[in-house]
């Protein structure tokens, strides 16, 4: 198995605003071709460590390596494998995307071909409109425009700032999906998010900044490891069936309107069935209840709340 090449590393990093130490001793890193969503309550500190990663505000303490050049050694070697949207995307209204993006390529310091600026329009699939008048476009088509931008040069970093803010349903299904196109491209993406349900349908990896410190780092496919299982369960007498269930050894029964809710080390769904059928009642319910990662993050932070 090849090793995971890391696009972004980043190591005890410190930042002081004024008095205040925003940014505490931060590490972690972004592989190639993975999506790392950054979490964290507001205030934690995620827009301000994003400025420092894109280098938008210069960092006090520690090392920042973006495709295997340091940041504050390498500045111009290392900036020019990021991109990013910080904030909205600002554009020429008057102007068509594709106009847009030409004013973006006469600007940047590297040639850019025709042939890439097609590729990159396809790829936040725009063709249908990259001739139309930026003023006509959807706050959705804004945001995937601002993606083809900063894809332009080809990064092999994406950082992504609140970049699903304001966007309908459709929006937002659109930008997850072309997310996990650029990640299936093997470009490496940070998203900022307070949007955790989408968070959760495409994020390889979490990092949780509280207070300006990472508490958590941890794979998506962990996050409900280790929470127990809970099984929801109703019958046609739920207080009959809590005494079968107290007879049979589950302890942990939580009774609702709803129903019941067992948590168990296992999944115990057949045995719990067969004590409901065995004593008798109907069995109207039986389903796995996992914990979602707004219960997960909830759990992990302070302040209960972004």
């Known amino acids: 198995m090849v090793e995971e090449q890391n696009v972004l590393e980043l190591s005890n990093i410190w930042k002081r605003i004024g008095k205040k130490m925003i940014i505490k001793n931060v590490a972690f890193s972004v592989g190639k071709g993975q999506v790392v969503g950054l979490l964290g309550p507001n205030g934690a500190g995620k827009t301000t460590l994003i400025r420092v990663i894109v280098a938008l505000m210069q960092l006090d ?36 995307g594709y106009d847009n993006l030409m004013q973006y390529v006469r600007m940047a310091h590297q040639e850019i071909s025709p042939e890439q600026i097609d590729e990159v329009v396809k790829a936040v699939h725009l063709e249908n409109n990259i001739q139309q ?54 470009i490496g993406v940070l998203i900022s998010s307070h949007q955790l349900s989408d ?22 496919a962990e996050v409900h490891q280790g929470q127990g299982n809970v099984i929801c369960v109703m019958t046609t007498d739920n207080e009959a069936a809590v005494q079968l269930l107290n007879q049979a050894g589950f302890e942990h029964i939580q009774t609702t309107t709803a129903g019941l809710f067992i948590t168990s080390a296992q999944d115990a769904r057949a045995t719990i069935a067969q004590v409901i059928v065995n004593g008798g009642l109907g069995l109207l319910e ?18 209960g709340g972004l």
Do not use: C
Request: zero cysteines; aromatic letters at 6%; hydrophobic letters at 40%.
């Open 286 to 303: 039986l389903s796995m209840k996992q914990n979602s990662l707004e219960d997960v993050f909830l759990e992990w932070t302070e302040e």
């Open 133 to 186: 008048k930026v003023k006509t476009y959807s706050l959705g088509m804004r945001q995937r425009l601002g993606v083809a931008q900063a894809l332009l040069h080809r990064p092999s970093l994406l950082v992504l700032d609140e970049p699903m803010n304001g966007l309908d349903p459709k929006g937002m299904r659109e930008f997850r999906e072309m997310i996990l196109e650029l990640r299936d491209q093997g």
């Open 199 to 220: 968070i959760e349908l495409i994020a390889d990896h979490l990092v949780i900044l509280q207070k300006g410190e990472v508490t958590h780092k941890v794979a998506m």
């Open 61 to 96: 303490q520690g090392n920042i390596m973006i495709a295997g050049e340091s940041l504050t050694k390498n500045y111009k070697e290392a900036i020019q494998h990021v991109g990013a949207i910080v904030e909205n995307p600002e554009f020429y209204n008057y102007m068509s």
